[in-house]
Nanobody, 124 residues
Framework: QVQLVESGGGLVQAGDSLRLSCVAS????????MVWFRQAPGNVREFVAA????????YYADSVKGRFTISRDNAKNTMYLQMNSLKPEDTAVYYC?????????????????WGQGTQVTVSS
């Protein structure tokens, strides 16, 4: 059974940085793309960033491009999201996700496995 556990969220001020982590277990981590989504109150869950199974290719939402960096360490079964220059509009619960298929999608409905989420709050 696939399990995803996020950590690293918190309350920060605008302009600060945070690094989120997602530890995966239950199947071969290095065989699957990984993705971060986020959901603010009253909003739909939105795509943030994705990374291919082997790490060289990454994708970002326009709203975070240039500020967030996704990475992974397959030896540790862990994915990261380095978030710099945080803005109040980045406030949300951040989720990591994985599909049964090996490649990523920006559509949250395509994902089969989700973590419990970690809250990020950015004050102005």
């Amino acid at each position: 059974q696939v399990q995803l556990v996020e950590s690293g969220g918190g309350l920060v001020q605008a302009g600060d940085s945070l690094r989120l982590s997602c530890v995966a277990s239950g199947r071969t981590f290095s065989s699957y793309a990984m993705v971060w989504f986020r959901q603010a109150p009253g909003n739909v869950r939105e795509f943030v960033a994705a990374i291919t199974y082997d790490g060289p290719t990454t994708y970002y939402a326009d709203s975070v491009k240039g500020r967030f960096t996704i990475s992974r360490d397959n030896a540790k079964n862990t994915m990261y999201l380095q978030m710099n220059s945080l803005k109040p509009e980045d406030t949300a619960v951040y989720y990591c996700a994985q599909r049964r298929l090996y490649y990523a999608s920006t559509d949250s409905r395509q994902y089969d496995y989700w973590g419990q989420g970690t809250q990020v709050t950015v004050s102005s």
